[in-house]
């Protein structure tokens, strides 16, 4: 069995795995960090998005051994001395989730987003989603959400 | 608009959502767990001649393989369905056996054919795909419309695919009426086959402790309890004393998660076999797809008559409905107690009669998904009322109005058996208007047509029966099980409360909703009461939640069980103040000895209550009061939605221009969570009618819509931002005055938007989803 190394959220971790481990498995099994999910076996509803240095990723068709020497970035990781990140917290304050399957991975997408175009209007945002599904908010919440947290991370 | 006042709270479960440290089914893992993956039909239709399971076997890893003949051995039952429908000739419906493991025949793609147990889930995934079923194929019926023309038979005890031949209201009043009808406007609509698409998908452990013969299961359930009682009593005989279910946080349901399915059943059962190793399975989304029970599916013929004026005379209504292979928990009651009882809406009609037709068909089972009925029934009746205005000439808000039960009229006998409680539809669809500023839509519409668009408007002003259910009633409907809900409300001797309830939020927010209502009734601060649920081990028996019932009844047991901590807490006060325990007034957390400022606070009577050194005679220490409220009533929530719609007749795009939705929900405690299931429902609604439809191959059976790469969830680019505006009736018959708001917006929005879709495209001829390939054929048309 192969071995991998990487850093997540910022500590450095390694694992035996198999070859077709994917990241998703490695972060859930590996490390128990379940906060990122798994929603759908075709790449699409986004549940696991990650960071993978610094770029949003689907962690569900992401081989573990690809990620040898990477930055990882989970959603465990994102709030810091007990203070939610700003997209975290708008999320709460928007009411952007309802059972917070999708949420990890609506996060991490949207921290993305924001990193690409800091001030995205709500067409930019909606097109940005495409590849995370929620099917409990109907959007409309996610992305004032995510708009109110582009301003906020504007500062 | 009245305002409730109610303060928008944020949510108590939002921080460990937000930080990944939710726990759902799969992130459990039991010391010694041992993985499970189904082999699954292939076929749609099929005898099965043998498995061959010597190569599985001997794969890495594999632990055991079981089959329904394993199952058999073991006396393992059927999975029940709980609801008897009486047909129209006094019987009972067909109800063949649906076992969990497959023992002669598979009747549909992804019907389970074996468990594979392995020590990881690959290697069962491994093995699984050495598994050989020798299949004799068989021809299959899956089409809704064709399963009663000599289609083959999906069982041999329904052998016309007839589970069922039902019928509702007055046939012979109705018939009397389309006789002396000024017009009647016909139409046929096709329901369509939703799959449900919780993001989680479902997931099970079955553990049996071989020590303490205990079984827990975890699971993706909306009702543990239920869930419980089924799997005892029905499926496997175990002991429900035995048993404990645990659905821990729960990624949606919209129905799907109120079942007893193959799934969990088989995990508990082969970890008995197993000596007591955890058995674990989580489903791809593959699998729920082909294995979840699904939605709607009706073919309706419906017909109204009207007098000059545009005034409903009659309705009738002729539905197939398809329940799929098997029929799952309640799958009977949806195309009928909770569909053909709505079919009045919110009008007047004096005279109505429904017949349903449902069938067996070769596809997954069919039971409630978010609406469960109501929705069909809306479909039915506000496509039909548009159409009739279209067909008069008549302004639809106008007919509409000519027609509405009126705010005098309640409560409201309907000709199809319900009693509306309370309501005021004119006032919603007034709001309505003015939000979306109907005076001008010709404006807007002429301002798309320069611009070569098609601009179209659509209303629904639909009407649900929630708060399921008053357990007498649905009983005498053919109901398994009573409807109501419990709650524990239990003070610790600090002053902080825990509230147990029967109700399980997956999405919901009950820990926020359920304790802002506790915090108020008892003015202690909110972050002092925490509401447990989801686990058989901690909570009274409960009924869970689905048909949105859980503030109506789940809140109600709530405040029943505070009320009965108030009674006591006032003879502890009594004795305390030295008063009278008549002369002791509750407010807010207070008792006061009435016409004095001798007081004292809950807090301090929950202390004494558990520290009873000065303390009243005959009064048990302790403050933790259980509370069941079985409702007198189902409640009624009601309003009226507008879409506005502008085609592409180049390219078939509906955009979505603008959407209003004013709904009355009675009694709002947290208005922002409420928004949000309107939202949420409104875009399962926006699915349903442009873009999902879960579609089987009509000559070999094989579901072709089953992953995200064909069936088309909406996507936030598929949505506009929605504009909700609310009336407030109170439910009169329950002690929050709250009629219920998660389904409203599935139930409301395919009407609404078929509606103006067909406003813009001039035609009718169009079924939902009306895809942007099915409009690009019809739109030129309409635009020339």
Known sequence: MPTVSMTVNGQQVSGDVDARTLLVQFLRENLHLTGTHVGCDTSQCGACVVHVDGTSMKACTTLALQCEGSEVTTIEGLAQNGELHPMQAAFKEHHGLQCGFCTPGMVMSAIDLVKRNPDPDEHEVREWLEGNICRCTGYHNIVKAIQHAAKEMRG | MPDSGSPRVLRKEDNRFLTGRGRYTDDFNRQGQVYGVFVRSEMAHAKINGIKTDAAKQAPGVVAIYTGKDMEADGVGSLPCGWTVTDKHGEAHKAPPHWPLARDKVRYVGDHVALVIARTEAQARDAAELVEVDYEQLPANVETGKALENAPAVHDEAPDNLCF?????????????????????????????????????????????????????????????????????????????????VAPDVGGGFGSKIYCYAEETACVWASKK??????????????????????????????????????????????????????????????????????????????????????????A???????????????????????????????????????????????????????????????????????????????????????????GIGFSAYIEACGLAPSQVVGSLGAGVGLWEAAQVRFNATGSISVFTGSHSHGQGHETTFAQVVAEKFGVPYDNVDIVHGDTGRIPMGM????????????????????????????????????????IEFDRGTFKVAGTDKQKSIGEIAFAAYVPHDYPEGVEPGLDETAFYDPS???????????????????????????????DFGKVVNPMIVEGQVHGGIAQGVGQALLEDAVY??????????????????????????????TETPCPHNPLGAKGCGEAGAIAAPAALMNAVTDALATDDIQMPATREKIWRLAPAAAE
């Not at chain 2, 409680?421 to 301002?447: P, T, V």
């Not at chain 2, 000559?699 to 504009?723: E, H, I, K, N």
Request: glycine content about 6%.
């Open chain 2, 165 to 245: 031949d039902w019928e509702l209201g007055n046939k012979q009043a109705v018939d009397d009426a389309f006789t002396k009808a000024h017009h009647v406007t016909k139409m046929e609509l096709r329901n369509n086959r939703l799959a449900p698409n919780a993001i989680e998908p479902r997931a099970a452990i079955g553990e049996y402790d071989p020590g303490t013969d205990e079984y827990t299961l975890y699971s993706t359930s909306q009702n543990p309890h239920l869930l419980r009682l089924i799997l005892c009593a029905f499926v496997l005989n175990l002991p429900e004393h035995k048993v404990r279910v």
């Open chain 2, 274 to 363: 197993l000596d007591g190793k955890p058995v674990k399975w989580t489903a791809t989304r593959s699998e729920a797809f082909a294995a979840d029970a699904h939605g709607r599916d009706h073919v309706t013929h419906a017909e109204m008559a009207m007098d000059q004026d545009g005034k409903f005379l009659a309705m009738k209504v002729d539905t197939v409905a398809n329940l799929g292979a098997y029929l799952s928990n309640f799958a009977t009651a949806i195309p009928t107690y909770l569909y053909g009882t709505l079919l009045a809406g919110q009008y007047k009609t004096p005279a109505i009669h429904c017949n349903v037709r449902a069938v067996f068909t070769n596809t």
């Open chain 2, 365 to 455: 089972p069919v039971d409630a998904y978010r609406g469960a009925g109501r929705p069909e029934a809306t479909y039915v009746v506000e496509r039909l009322v548009e159409r009739c205005a279209r067909d008069l000439n008549l302004d639809p808000a106008e007919l509409r109005r000519r027609n509405f039960v009126q705010p005098d009229d309640f409560p409201y006998q309907t000709p199809v058996a319900l009693t509306y409680d309370s309501g005021n539809y004119e006032l919603a669809l007034d709001e309505a208007l003015k939000m979306i500023d109907y005076q001008n839509f010709d404006k807007r519409r002429q301002e798309s047509e320069r611009q070569g668009k098609l601009r």
């Open chain 2, 544 to 583: 869970g939640t689905y048909g949105s019932r859980s503030l109506a009844v789940g809140g109600s047991a709530i405040m029943s069980a505070c009320d009965k901590v108030v009674e006591k807490g006032k003879k502890i006060a009594a004795h305390m103040l030295e008063a009278s325990v008549d002369d």
């Open chain 2, 633 to 663: 009533n189902f409640t009624y929530p009601a309003g009226v939605h507008i879409a506005e719609v502008e085609i592409d007749p180049d390219t078939g795009e509906t955009k979505i221009a603008d959407w209003v939705a004013v709904d």
């Open chain 2, 697 to 726: 191959d009509p000559d070999s059976g094989q579901l072709v819509t089953g992953s995200y790469q064909d069936y088309t969830m909406p996507r936030a680019d598929d949505l506009p931002s929605f504009r909700v505006g609310m």
